[in-house]
């Protein structure tokens, strides 16, 4: 296993587009125990491949307090979306910001897992949040494009000091 190297907002390699994983060979395997590695090191509780430069649909989370609940999603789809909530989320692409975002309340996801095989699952509060914004890395979107425009340019200045003072 081995540690990622995070991107971080606003590299433009966050916007890419994430394709299907043809199959959950060795090599997704692979890629998935080294994001769970990176994630649990950050610390985080959600990360996608695109935050690490790999442009597969491919998720690892755990919301758990003991760090020991591994979710997998692999090509995963929104089956089912109700209500709403507006919860802060934070990001390990945008260190230090949390800001809130309009998100479903409820959903139901459908996923490959680690085994290949595919799985249907409801998921509320935390994790439903977790999975909706895992999932628009996916589609090339980092959580802090649905604010103002405004916090948006503050958030990119801020990022690129931050950047540019620890390179
Ligand atoms: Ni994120």
């Given at each position: 296993m081995a540690r990622l190297n995070i991107l971080r907002y606003p590299d433009p390699r966050l916007h890419k587009i994430a394709a299907p994983v043809a199959e959950v060979n060795d090599n997704i395997r692979s890629l998935i125990a080294d994001m769970a590695e990176t994630m649990y090191a950050a610390p985080g509780v959600g990360l996608a491949a695109t935050q690490v430069d790999v442009h597969k649909q491919v998720i690892v989370i755990d919301i758990s307090d003991s760090r020991d609940r591994l979710l997998t999603l692999v090509n995963p789809e929104i089956v089912t979306a109700m209500g709403e909530s507006d919860c802060e989320e934070g990001c390990l692409s945008v260190p230090g910001i949390y800001e809130k975002v309009a998100r479903a309340e409820q959903i139901v996801v459908r996923a490959l897992g680690l085994d290949g095989q595919s799985f249907t699952m409801d998921a509320d509060g935390l994790l439903a949040v977790c999975i909706q914004h895992e999932m628009d890395h996916l589609k090339g979107?980092?959580?802090?494009?649905?604010?103002s425009r405004l916090k948006q340019n503050r958030i990119r200045a801020k990022m690129l000091k931050q950047q540019r003072q620890s390179a």
């Open positions: 979107r980092v959580f802090v494009e649905y604010l």
